[in-house]
């Protein structure tokens, strides 16, 4: 029942993609605008000084750009902020200047050992304020850090671009057991870097708006239901759909003064063309409808920019050294170039293009498809430019006639005749609000957004409209469509949909002429098992399978090196994979225990797994005071209670093969309806009770829940226990428990069970037999904590729930595998984590306490972060960390921040045999050439032994390193410390801080919908995200680890 392994999440993250740092001349923009607004302008001067990938010369500088060239505005203007955007088609901004200055990987000075840089850096780090930039101070030569002090106090007030990720250290590690020959799903691009493109601002109005009410490509200036004088309605914005058939238009009728230019266009504000075209005004006129009148929209285009790739080539060409930064408008062009032939027939869903047509889609059942599609990215690597594409599979509302979709979605059998129950219509709502529909009640291509269903039948509907001269005539829905459009209703108990876009103009159409649209998500979270399992199926073939099929992808006729745009824009996609050289990193050694002893053990070689057969846990907690409680949906019965008798032996017996002393019988057992799930009330009563009963031997430790079913009400269980009782849970599920006195079964399942509840109550399950001083000898007897960190978001369509931020923190040194959390809200969809500061704080409060010492040391691992966001995270998190130090007083502990990434799709193929049964790469590969950032630090590694579909890396982005890691010893350090998960006896493919924050998190989203499902909170779905906050955890359970 608790939460697997795999990190399947229903997040809606809403990341950005890639925000390359560009050069420009006498400043830049810094590329924050989205659609029509304006991005602040940043700047530095150039540095002479990189060393290429052997680093920087010690006591060298640098500095780098960032944002794009400053065109439309003057130095020193800006037209108002946006909020920070990926780079690609929306990124593209322009403003005001501001001098930033570079910091460059922290180096040794000469003269210097290790430790003094490293105290050094950190002296000068302590320094940086946080307020608005005053002019930026020289720090000494060779103290290895190049950044602006500030002062104030206000985080708020932080601006982005002081701090830069670190540079590579060297050329790559070379440690690793044996060297393997793999292909990755990246295809060279070749451009000419003398060929022009020319860029043009797109401006898109109704040719019939007034002053003050035009719409400009899908941003409103007029707000909402703004007209004109004469009553026109110019609320509706400009679609992107919408945008790129008037685009489509402006070029065929005007190829004459185009001159046959084949321009690319992002469906907002940007079009590039390798021909110079005409700037003006031009006119295009665009029907919805052969029964709706064509609105006539005015299109003007202004040259931004002309565009050559000579500084994307410098900055792709690693021989250079030269600081030169990434050419972002460049990119952005030649990205929309390549996507655009193959996105002109597919259905565009973020950075991926899936199928449209019906027969190439697998029905899941219930109203929803399986769609193949691929993803495709441009990327500037080591080996130049490539196009990173890959296999994606999606699932999808099914385009059908709406009632057909009640009746499979929800088993809602809509008659004629018959009105809907309150239970049905509730589930029409629920199953229908929010997803967009068609008509057919008239000849139109105009998409509505289902609002809610109306209160009243089709037959109760009435509205008043001029008709005939005569104003205020109230006429019936379903006479209407009899006169209008000759349409008789049939349905006419049934209510309507409420299509309306404002609440003065109403628009409610019967659901009998309504479809629903292509091309909407289906929440993966929402699918049952079996369509999981199916859809699973589809999205994970193995190896091979999926090399072929990415290679079928790059050859189709309307695949990516297809259509007339890459000859046009003398752009070459290469056919073949990049072949890389990988090394496979050694498994660590393990320390087990063994009857009281310590016992080493060596994962196997194929899989790098382990076994407990021979060995005990490493350190087997005594559990004294258990109880168990069975919620069941029968009456208890003879049969019913001799199965958890002997579930309970099983487990006693098999905790202690494994080293874990579980008093034979529970404190209390008590057995229970799974009705109490449905009244939160009553569940927290019965869990009191226990809690209550039991303090007369002491406070439980862990309280064993069997459930006979899944049911949302475990998340009100977790609620109450943690928060406010202070009772560690396990949950797990009859149809497991039964089985338990099958021998093989049991013991299968409960040495997993066993794992999960020693470490709950504080034990630890494995450890590194070398310590981390053992494995780094520069490191001295240090304290070295790690730190995960992580933001879970609400679902896509829930756009009121808090963001859930979670941040954990190694307590136990050295062996560094217990873990203590702190859990907050935030404001919906926000990625940065805003009380980092006070939440690191409690944890090095906890440290202390426990280890009567502060680390020296700290390495924190990142997750959820894509390239767009390392400003953010650089310029706030860090420093936010480094004023939660100052609260100690004279502290300054040496800090790696280390981003892990898992939403990429890079994929790694074997090139002949690598001795592994799946076909994958093996654990350890690690990959640090050629499909990695051309300057900054990340490195590939596939830690894990993948045993179904196709392994994916973990790619890690070092942003700041006072540590001075070089590439061997900082892979090697993350892989070393995959193989200590708690839950199971094999490398998992995350860094394991970073795992338990993923946990820790999605065990905060749990509280959040507990709260808002309760009926005794105060809290409420309507609350804000902002004023949302969950209950601390209580205190006897903050310091276990609850959340696995």
């Given at each position: 029942m608790e939460r697997g392994g795999n990190r399947g999440r229903g997040r809606g993250r809403g990341r950005g993609d890639e925000q390359w740092r560009q050069q420009a001349p006498q400043g830049s923009g810094q590329g924050r605008g989205q659609g029509w607004g304006r991005g602040r302008a940043g700047g530095v001067e150039p540095g002479p000084n990189y060393a290429g990938a052997a680093g920087f010369q010690p006591g060298s500088g640098q500095s780098s750009q960032r944002g794009g060239p400053s065109q439309a505005a003057p130095v020193g203007q800006g037209r108002g902020q946006g909020p920070p955007q990926a780079w690609g088609p929306q990124a593209w901004g322009r403003g005001r200047q501001q001098q930033q200055q570079f910091a460059p990987r922290p180096s040794v000075p000469p003269g210097m050992n290790p430790g003094s840089a490293i105290e050094e850096t950190s002296r000068q780090m302590a320094r940086v304020n946080i307020q608005e930039p005053l002019a930026p101070v020289n720090i000494p030569q060779g103290s290895g850090t190049s950044i602006s002090t500030s002062a104030g106090s206000s985080i708020e007030k932080l601006d982005s671009g002081n701090l830069k990720p670190v540079k590579r250290p060297d050329a790559g590690g070379r440690n690793g057991s044996r060297q393997v020959r793999l292909i990755a799903n990246h295809f060279k691009v070749e451009f000419q870097p003398n060929q022009q493109i020319f860029h043009y601002d797109v401006n898109i109005t109704r040719a019939s708006a007034k002053n003050g009410a035009s719409k400009r490509g899908g941003k409103q200036k007029g707000g909402r239901g703004a007209s004109t004088s004469e009553g026109q309605d110019l609320a509706a914005t400009v679609s992107r759909a919408d945008a790129e058939e008037i685009k489509n238009k402006l070029v065929a009728e005007n190829r004459v003064a185009f001159r046959d230019a084949k321009p690319v266009y992002d469906g907002k504000k940007n079009l590039y063309s390798a021909i110079e075209l005409p700037e003006g005004d031009f006119t295009v006129k665009l029907s919805k409808g052969e029964d709706s009148e064509a609105k006539e929209y005015k299109v003007t285009l202004t040259l931004a920019n002309k565009l050559d790739g000579r500084r994307l080539a410098d900055f792709l060409n690693r021989s250079i050294r030269d600081h030169v930064t990434v050419q972002q408008e460049m990119l952005q062009a030649l990205d929309l170039v390549v996507r655009e032939h193959p996105s002109s027939s597919r259905i565009i869903m973020g950075r991926s293009l899936y199928e449209k047509d019906k027969t190439r889609q697998e029905y899941l059942n219930s109203g929803i498809v399986a769609a193949r599609g691929f993803s495709?990215?441009?990327?500037?690597?080591?080996?130049?430019?490539?196009?990173?594409?890959?296999?994606?599979?999606?699932?999808?509302?099914?385009?059908?006639?709406?009632?057909?979709?009640?009746?499979?979605?929800?088993?809602?059998?809509?008659?004629?005749?018959?009105?809907?129950?309150?239970?049905?219509?509730?589930?029409?709502?629920?199953?229908?609000?929010?997803?967009?529909?068609?008509?057919?009640?008239?000849?139109?291509?105009?998409?509505?957004?289902?609002?809610?269903?109306?209160?009243?039948?089709?037959?109760?509907?009435?509205?008043?409209?001029?008709?005939?001269?005569?104003?205020?005539?109230?006429?019936?829905?379903?006479?209407?469509?009899?006169?209008?459009?000759?349409?008789?209703?049939?349905?006419?108990?049934?209510?309507?949909?409420?299509?309306?876009?404002?609440?003065?103009?109403?628009?409610?159409?019967?659901?009998?002429?309504?479809?629903?649209?292509?091309?909407?998500?289906?929440?993966?979270?929402?699918?049952?098992?079996?369509?999981?399992?199916?859809?699973?199926?589809?999205?994970?073939?193995?190896?091979?399978?999926?090399?072929?099929?990415?290679?079928?992808?790059?050859?189709?006729?309307?695949?990516?090196?297809?259509?007339?745009?890459?000859?046009?824009?003398?752009?070459?996609?290469?056919?073949?994979?990049?072949?890389?050289?990988?090394?496979?990193?050694?498994?660590?050694?393990?320390?087990?225990?063994?009857?009281?002893?310590?016992?080493?053990?060596?994962?196997?070689?194929?899989?790098?797994?382990?076994?407990?057969?021979?060995?005990?846990?490493?350190?087997?907690?005594?559990?004294?005071?258990?109880?168990?409680?069975?919620?069941?949906?029968?009456?208890?019965?003879k049969q019913t209670g001799m199965a958890v008798e002997i579930f309970c032996d099983a487990m006693v017996k098999r905790f202690r093969t494994l080293g874990i002393n579980m008093q034979a019988k529970p404190v209390i057992y008590k057995s229970d309806a799974m009705a109490k799930f449905d009244n939160v009330a009553q569940l927290k009563q019965t869990l009191t009770d226990i809690h209550t009963r039991s303090r007369g031997q002491g406070q439980l430790q862990i309280l064993i829940c069997i459930m006979e079913d899944k049911h949302p009400g475990y998340k009100s269980l977790k609620l109450i226990c943690e928060t406010e009782i202070g009772l560690v849970t396990q949950c797990c599920l009859w149809e497991h428990v039964r089985k338990c006195g099958d021998t093989k079964y049991g013991s299968q399942y409960l040495a997993n069970f066993a794992l999960k509840v020693n470490a709950k109550v504080g034990g630890s399950n494995a450890a590194l037999n070398q310590s981390l001083s053992t494995q780094l000898p520069r490191f001295g007897n240090h304290h070295v904590v790690y730190f995960g960190a992580d933001v879970n978001h609400p679902g896509k369509r829930d756009e009121r729930s808090p963001s859930i931020a979670a941040v954990v923190m190694s307590?136990?040194?050295?062996?560094?595998?217990?873990?203590?959390?702190?859990?907050?809200?935030?404001?919906?969809?926000?990625?940065?984590?805003?009380?980092?500061?006070?939440?690191?704080?409690?944890?090095?409060?906890?440290?202390?306490?426990?280890?009567?010492?502060?680390?020296?040391?700290?390495?924190?691992?990142?997750?959820?972060?894509?390239?767009?966001?390392?400003?953010?995270?650089?310029?706030?998190?860090?420093?936010?960390?480094?004023?939660?130090?100052?609260?100690?007083?004279?502290?300054?502990?040496?800090?790696?921040?280390?981003?892990?990434?898992?939403?990429?799709?890079?994929?790694?193929?074997?090139?002949?045999?690598?001795?592994?049964?799946?076909?994958?790469?093996?654990?350890?590969?690690?990959?640090?050439?050629?499909?990695?950032?051309?300057?900054?630090?990340?490195?590939?590694?596939?830690?894990?032994?993948?045993?179904?579909?196709?392994?994916?890396?973990?790619?890690?982005?070092?942003?700041?390193?006072?540590?001075?890691?070089?590439?061997?010893?900082?892979?090697?350090?993350?892989?070393?410390?995959?193989?200590?998960?708690?839950?199971?006896?094999?490398?998992?493919?995350?860094?394991?801080?970073?795992?338990?924050?993923?946990?820790?998190?999605?065990?905060?989203?749990?509280?959040?919908?507990?709260?808002?499902?309760?009926?005794?909170?105060?809290?409420?779905?309507?609350?804000?995200?902002?004023?949302?906050?969950?209950?601390?955890?209580?205190?006897?359970?903050?310091?276990?680890?609850?959340?696995?």
């Amino acid at each position: 029942m608790e939460r697997g392994g795999n990190r399947g999440r229903g997040r809606g993250r809403g990341r950005g993609d890639e925000q390359w740092r560009q050069q420009a001349p006498q400043g830049s923009g810094q590329g924050r605008g989205q659609g029509w607004g304006r991005g602040r302008a940043g700047g530095v001067e150039p540095g002479p000084n990189y060393a290429g990938a052997a680093g920087f010369q010690p006591g060298s500088g640098q500095s780098s750009q960032r944002g794009g060239p400053s065109q439309a505005a003057p130095v020193g203007q800006g037209r108002g902020q946006g909020p920070p955007q990926a780079w690609g088609p929306q990124a593209w901004g322009r403003g005001r200047q501001q001098q930033q200055q570079f910091a460059p990987r922290p180096s040794v000075p000469p003269g210097m050992n290790p430790g003094s840089a490293i105290e050094e850096t950190s002296r000068q780090m302590a320094r940086v304020n946080i307020q608005e930039p005053l002019a930026p101070v020289n720090i000494p030569q060779g103290s290895g850090t190049s950044i602006s002090t500030s002062a104030g106090s206000s985080i708020e007030k932080l601006d982005s671009g002081n701090l830069k990720p670190v540079k590579r250290p060297d050329a790559g590690g070379r440690n690793g057991s044996r060297q393997v020959r793999l292909i990755a799903n990246h295809f060279k691009v070749e451009f000419q870097p003398n060929q022009q493109i020319f860029h043009y601002d797109v401006n898109i109005t109704r040719a019939s708006a007034k002053n003050g009410a035009s719409k400009r490509g899908g941003k409103q200036k007029g707000g909402r239901g703004a007209s004109t004088s004469e009553g026109q309605d110019l609320a509706a914005t400009v679609s992107r759909a919408d945008a790129e058939e008037i685009k489509n238009k402006l070029v065929a009728e005007n190829r004459v003064a185009f001159r046959d230019a084949k321009p690319v266009y992002d469906g907002k504000k940007n079009l590039y063309s390798a021909i110079e075209l005409p700037e003006g005004d031009f006119t295009v006129k665009l029907s919805k409808g052969e029964d709706s009148e064509a609105k006539e929209y005015k299109v003007t285009l202004t040259l931004a920019n002309k565009l050559d790739g000579r500084r994307l080539a410098d900055f792709l060409n690693r021989s250079i050294r030269d600081h030169v930064t990434v050419q972002q408008e460049m990119l952005q062009a030649l990205d929309l170039v390549v996507r655009e032939h193959p996105s002109s027939s597919r259905i565009i869903m973020g950075r991926s293009l899936y199928e449209k047509d019906k027969t190439r889609q697998e029905y899941l059942n219930s109203g929803i498809v399986a769609a193949r599609g691929f993803s495709m990215s441009l990327r500037p690597t080591a080996q130049g430019l490539s196009l990173n594409v890959d296999f994606s599979v999606v699932a999808f509302h099914a385009t059908m006639p709406v009632l057909d979709y009640l009746w499979e979605n929800r088993k809602i059998d809509c008659k004629p005749n018959q009105p809907l129950n309150p239970n049905d219509r509730r589930a029409a709502e629920s199953a229908l609000r929010g997803l967009k529909v068609t008509v057919t009640h008239r000849l139109t291509k105009q998409k509505y957004t289902v609002g809610r269903l109306t209160k009243e039948t089709t037959r109760e509907l009435r509205f008043n409209i001029e008709e005939s001269g005569q104003q205020n005539q109230s006429v019936s829905l379903v006479d209407y469509y009899r006169k209008r459009y000759n349409e008789d209703i049939k349905f006419k108990l049934l209510p309507c949909l409420d299509l309306s876009k404002q609440s003065d103009r109403p628009n409610y159409v019967p659901m009998e002429f309504c479809v629903i649209c292509e091309g909407q998500r289906f929440p993966k979270d929402n699918l049952n098992a079996i369509q999981q399992k199916n859809l699973r199926g589809m999205a994970c073939p193995k190896v091979y399978e999926r090399q072929n099929i990415i290679n079928q992808i790059m050859s189709m006729p309307d695949g990516p090196r297809g259509g007339p745009y890459l000859p046009h824009f003398q752009i070459a996609v290469g056919a073949e994979m990049t072949e890389v050289t990988a090394r496979v990193l050694d498994a660590p050694e393990l320390r087990l225990g063994d009857r009281g002893q310590l016992s080493r053990v060596m994962p196997r070689p194929d899989d790098r797994q382990w076994n407990l057969l021979k060995s005990h846990v490493f350190d087997g907690k005594n559990i004294e005071r258990w109880g168990i409680i069975h919620f069941s949906q029968r009456q208890p019965d003879k049969q019913t209670g001799m199965a958890v008798e002997i579930f309970c032996d099983a487990m006693v017996k098999r905790f202690r093969t494994l080293g874990i002393n579980m008093q034979a019988k529970p404190v209390i057992y008590k057995s229970d309806a799974m009705a109490k799930f449905d009244n939160v009330a009553q569940l927290k009563q019965t869990l009191t009770d226990i809690h209550t009963r039991s303090r007369g031997q002491g406070q439980l430790q862990i309280l064993i829940c069997i459930m006979e079913d899944k049911h949302p009400g475990y998340k009100s269980l977790k609620l109450i226990c943690e928060t406010e009782i202070g009772l560690v849970t396990q949950c797990c599920l009859w149809e497991h428990v039964r089985k338990c006195g099958d021998t093989k079964y049991g013991s299968q399942y409960l040495a997993n069970f066993a794992l999960k509840v020693n470490a709950k109550v504080g034990g630890s399950n494995a450890a590194l037999n070398q310590s981390l001083s053992t494995q780094l000898p520069r490191f001295g007897n240090h304290h070295v904590v790690y730190f995960g960190a992580d933001v879970n978001h609400p679902g896509k369509r829930d756009e009121r729930s808090p963001s859930i931020a979670a941040v954990v923190m190694s307590i136990n040194w050295p062996h560094s595998n217990r873990y203590v959390v702190k859990i907050r809200c935030q404001k919906n969809r926000q990625e940065y984590i805003s009380e980092l500061g006070d939440m690191s704080k409690e944890l090095l409060d906890e440290y202390l306490k426990m280890n009567k010492k502060l680390p020296e040391r700290i390495i924190f691992f990142r997750d959820g972060v894509s390239e767009g966001q390392f400003d953010i995270v650089l310029n706030q998190e860090l420093v936010a960390l480094k004023k939660a130090f100052k609260q100690f007083g004279n502290y300054n502990p040496v800090i790696s921040f280390i981003v892990a990434q898992k939403r990429h799709h890079t994929r790694l193929f074997p090139l002949g045999d690598v001795n592994t049964k799946s076909g994958n790469v093996p654990p350890g590969t690690v990959v640090d050439t050629s499909i990695v950032h051309p300057r900054e630090f990340d490195f590939y590694l596939c830690s894990h032994y993948g045993l179904l579909g196709t392994s994916k890396p973990t790619h890690y982005h070092v942003l700041w390193d006072e540590n001075l890691f070089s590439s061997d010893e900082l892979q090697q350090l993350i892989n070393n410390l995959c193989y200590t998960f708690a839950r199971c006896t094999k490398p998992v493919s995350l860094v394991p801080p970073v795992y338990y924050a993923d946990l820790a998190a999605y065990r905060g989203r749990l509280y959040v919908e507990g709260l808002t499902t309760s009926d005794t909170s105060s809290a409420s779905s309507s609350s804000s995200s902002a004023s949302f906050s969950i209950p601390k955890i209580n205190v006897g359970v903050e310091n276990f680890m609850f959340f696995l």
